[in-house]
């Protein structure tokens, strides 16, 4: 574990590592059985955090990621990076980055990445799920979006993980923020120790 642990640490990204240090410590606590599954995975340094805590524990990480970059990563906005762009169809491509970043940690063995919008793949998707981590685009239609398609698929005893979640505007955008107070409002859950931005909660029923 200690080696996933130090490439996670290691591994391009925004995730700051006490918050992902919690995401494993979620993973690998959670009770119930079933599958991880991230919405989000940029070039996979949450992924390695989630194949820590699978490797341990005997389960499998499915990350859910279309590889086109979110808003903030198109050209013209803060966070671009003109090497992401495939330059045979002038798109955004983070597939190989985190190809690599699994394949060079040896994780391969338990992430399991599918390439699509998160929305495509929800309606295929049956089996209920031990951990469900949000952490793709943060527009407030895209973050309602995956609270609507995936926070049922979660079973009951199962966690919850929201990363970037911040309360003053000041500190980040709304949108995780929105489905942290929305899915708390529901009454279905109950919060979990978190660390920094990243929240964590219980499903109850």
Known sequence: M??????????????????????????????????????????GRSALYLAAAARETGRQVVTVDHHRGSEEHQPGWEYHD???????????????RFRHTVATAGAEDVVIAIVTRSEVLAPLWSTPLALLFLDGSHTEES?????????????????????????????GGQAPYGVY????ESGDFTELPGVG?????????
């Open 143 to 171: 973050a309602r979006r995956d609270q609507d398609a995936w926070v049922a698929k979660l079973a009951v005893g199962g966690t919850l993980a929201i990363h970037d979640v911040f309360p003053d505007p000041a500190d």
């Open 2 to 43: 200690s080696d996933l642990l130090a490439a996670a640490s290691a591994a391009p990204g925004f995730m700051p590592d006490d918050e992902g240090r919690a995401l494993y410590e979620a993973a690998r606590a959670v009770a119930v059985p079933g599958p991880l599954l991230e919405v989000g995975s940029w070039m």
């Open 82 to 96: 003109p090497s992401l762009v495939d330059p045979a169809v002038g798109l955004i491509d983070t597939l190989p």
């Open 197 to 205: 931005s990243m929240r964590l909660l219980r499903r109850d029923r």
């Open 181 to 184: 107070t929305r899915v708390l």
